[in-house]
T-cell receptor, first 116, second 114 residues
């Protein structure tokens, strides 16, 4: 009974490079959420996706960040032209139900992005 | 604008005693509250939740209390065990918004001493 899987667990990028973070939800879950945790802070919502649809991206920075959840394969969070301020832990969560019933979200282990 | 606040960054208790973690919120539209536990280098693990129509929910050693008038919730762990040492986050959701967005507090680091 695999949980939410994220890879890579650690990612180092130089300023200006692209970062791709992958998330496979729990079996049977079709709702995916991305959160970011900066040092010494709580988790901040970024985006909520269903298969092939972005439902809520109100927490995503307007530039350089994008997310997708294709019909086949994992959800991808893409950060273009990374800057040092993007260094953080990025967590993916999934839930079986969505919208108002999506309360209990199950989190992956996170990807720790370091920008040098 | 911090809508969910955990004002105590850390808490230390003796094994066997009660741990009380507190959380305050400002948005009266929140209707579901959750507690997550997080170990270093791992993702948050769901612990317990409560709907705004209730004022208490209990699961084993964990009990969550909700005071809507004060916009305050607390997590009680009794008896506390060394394995409970972790960072605890409270989170809130607004079901009527039809989005799964969870708003997290900053976290409280609990240390349970043997």
């Amino acid at each position: 009974n695999a949980g939410v899987m994220q890879n890579p667990r650690h990612l180092v990028r130089r300023r200006g490079q692209e970062a791709r973070l992958r998330c496979s939800p729990m079996k049977g879950h079709s709702h995916v959420y991305w959160y970011r945790q900066l040092p010494e802070e709580g988790l901040k919502f970024m985006v909520y996706l269903q298969k092939e649809n972005i439902i809520d991206e109100s927490g995503m920075p307007k530039e350089r960040f994008s997310a997708e959840f294709p019909k086949e394969g994992p959800s991808i969070l893409r950060i273009q032209q990374v800057v040092r301020g993007d260094s953080a832990a990025y967590f993916c969560a999934s839930s079986e139900a969505g919208g108002s019933q999506s309360y209990e979200q199950y989190f992956g282990p996170g990807t720790r992005l370091t920008v040098t | 604008d911090q809508q969910v606040k955990q004002n105590s960054p850390s808490l230390s208790v003796q094994e066997g005693r009660i741990s009380i973690l507190n959380c305050d919120y400002t948005n009266s539209m929140f209707d579901y509250f959750l507690w997550y536990k997080k170990y270093p280098a791992e993702g948050p693990t769901f612990l317990i939740s409560i709907s705004s129509i209730k004022d208490k929910n209990e699961d084993g050693r964990f009990t969550v209390f909700l005071n809507k008038s004060a916009k305050h919730l607390s997590l009680h762990i009794v008896p506390s065990q060394p394995g409970d040492s972790a960072v605890y986050f409270c989170a809130a959701s607004q079901g009527s918004s039809n989005t799964g967005k969870l708003i997290f507090g900053q976290g409280t680091t609990l240390q349970v001493k043997p």
